[in-house]
């Protein structure tokens, strides 16, 4: 039986641009077939074991042939997959959706056109140019401007199109925009008349230059500006100055890493979006079940003694979710706990647990494991029993000192923390190219898994690689482990906290903070 497919426009390049409809079928696909405008991020949406094929086109070579996609699209529906043709701004806007429709019915095959937010509206947008205005312009008109001039002749009627509409906006034109700018004034549109370039608007590499028709060849020869670009020609350019907002956000411009477990990310990648970063998830780690059977048995035992305990240690947001998973699955519930008292490491630790009804002892200062024993070491008596559910990869500072004070301690390894296997080719680019403006390090492991896995990867020397970025680490433990590996340490948030490690990077990307190391 055929397979669907869903001809999705990905939006202009901007990761959270893409439709409610465009994400669902992206995270239903089975294959993923793509272009080399559709923002990379969108990828990590994909289930596990989705392929992902490229076949984008570059300025220099064509990858595969537009009859050899449509072709490739049929045969995936006929081997039973949904598929997803994965595209740059909307499918119908130069996006030969047509051609690729027209063979999939030919050959039968169900799918759909998913509409995606244009680049024509979208750049310009992000550079502060509304393509329609009340006083300025109520029409607009959307013009190829890739082919050679010939091709342009014939495909445009310069005549009817110059003054048609109030905007015009062409697509793919800067290796053309001196002959584009010559047939508009030749056919009546003013020497003065505004014109803007928008370079791979919403991405962190947004750039805008604006002239006028008589003079933005020289300009764009000038600053050596290269495609792909958006050109907006009419007064709605005039707006720019008014109402460009991207340029003002902290952190616009910045393509900002992100390695922590995807579970986890979510609070990160936001506030960067909101701080007009750009965020590129590729998390090094993951939180998994416990499977041995051993480390099974020995929570259980310890499980069964929850009415036993003095204090319970939570250290990690993980620790309190695996904490209630293995609560449930034995039956039991809080209740156990009734004499003890639970403490919570940072605010995040301790809004996890408020949110499932326990109110923690919250500790002030350094969220970390130290400093959890400088606030409640008077409260500690030799003796307590104290039940401290982790990771495997925890430190083993806390129990250890514990027991140095005369406390009875139970360390149970709840959940494991291993190393992802998704590889990201597109990654290694942006590393070597130093488009990866800041590496963010949230954990120990996320240091030494990032490393691994960019050795896995074929980099002989992962850490001179990732010295192209700085570096910026949620505290001085994680710090501490990525000096060690050798990796240059920028910046080191203030709090242990999303929040802390983001006003540390806005300072540093600012010029408002010193090098660490």
């Known amino acids: 039986m055929a397979g669907k497919v869903y001809l999705v426009g990905a939006g202009p390049g901007h990761a959270k641009l893409i439709t409610v409809k465009g994400l669902e079928c992206l995270q239903k696909a089975d294959v993923v077939v793509y272009d080399r405008l559709a923002a990379p991020q969108l990828l990590g949406a994909v289930k596990p074991g989705a392929r992902k094929i490229y076949v984008g086109k570059l ?51 169900p799918y759909e056109i998913v509409p995606g ?35 342009l002749d014939h495909m445009i009627d310069w005549e009817k199109v110059t003054n048609a ?7 793919m034109g800067v290796s053309k925009i001196g002959y584009i700018a010559d047939q508009l004034m030749k056919h009546g549109r003013p020497g003065h008349t505004p014109v803007a370039l928008v370079r791979w608007g919403t991405r962190a590499e947004q750039d805008t230059l604006t002239g006028t028709l008589a003079d933005i060849e020289e300009r ?39 390695t922590r477990a995807k579970s986890q990310a979510s609070e990160l990648v936001d506030r960067i979006d909101e701080l007009g970063g750009e965020p590129y998830e590729f998390p090094v780690i993951e939180t998994v079940y416990p499977q041995d059977p051993d480390k099974l048995d020995w929570i259980r035992d310890a499980f069964s003694r929850l009415e036993t305990y003095d204090w319970v240690f939570f250290t990690s947001v993980n620790g309190v979710e695996y904490f209630y998973r293995h609560l449930a699955e034995q039956g039991l519930d809080i209740r156990s706990l009734h004499r003890a008292k639970i403490a919570a490491v940072g605010p995040a630790t301790a809004q996890a647990l408020k949110e499932r009804g326990v109110i923690p002892v919250e500790l002030p200062g350094k969220f970390q494991a130290e400093g959890m024993i400088e606030t409640l070491g008077g409260h ?8 401290l559910p982790r990771g495997d990869l925890a430190r083993t500072w806390l129990p250890e000192k514990l027991e140095e004070m ?53 980099i002989g020397d992962p850490v001179q690689l990732l010295s192209r970025s700085a570096t910026a680490c949620i505290g001085e433990v994680t710090a501490k482990t990525a000096s060690e590996a050798g990796l240059r340490v920028s910046m080191v948030a203030g709090q242990a906290t999303i929040e802390g490690l983001m006003e540390e990077i806005c300072c540093y990307m600012n010029g408002q903070h010193q090098e660490v190391n």
């Open 406 to 458: 005369g406390l009875e301690v139970t360390a149970v390894d709840t959940y494991q923390t291993v190393i992802t296997e998704d590889e990201d080719r597109e990654l290694i680019r942006l590393l070597e190219e130093g488009a990866i403006h800041v590496i963010t390090f949230t954990s120990s492991s996320t240091v030494t898994y990032l490393i691994e896995k960019l050795k896995r990867m074929g």
């Open 380 to 387: 500690l008596e030799p003796g307590d029993k104290v039940l």
């Open 165 to 171: 509409t109030g905007t015009l906006i062409f697509m």
């Open 117 to 151: 937010v244009t680049a024509a509206i979208g750049v310009p947008a992000y550079a502060g140019i509304p393509v329609t205005h009340r006083e300025l312009a109520s029409s607009l008109s959307i013009i190829t401007g890739h082919e050679s001039p010939d091709k």
């Open 220 to 258: 764009v020869l000038a600053a050596n500006f290269q495609p792909p670009a958006v050109i907006v020609v009419g007064d709605v350019v005039l707006q720019r100055e008014q109402l460009k907002w991207a340029e003002h956000l902290p952190l616009f411009g910045k393509r900002i890493l992100v």
């Open 59 to 109: 300025p220099d070579r064509h990858t595969m042939k537009q009859e050899e996609i449509n072709r490739l699209l049929v045969d995936l529906a006929l081997e039973g997959n949904t598929v997803v043709r994965l595209k740059g701004g909307d499918p119908t806007i130069f996006g030969r959706v047509g051609e690729e429709a027209g063979l999939l019915q030919k050959n039968g095959i």
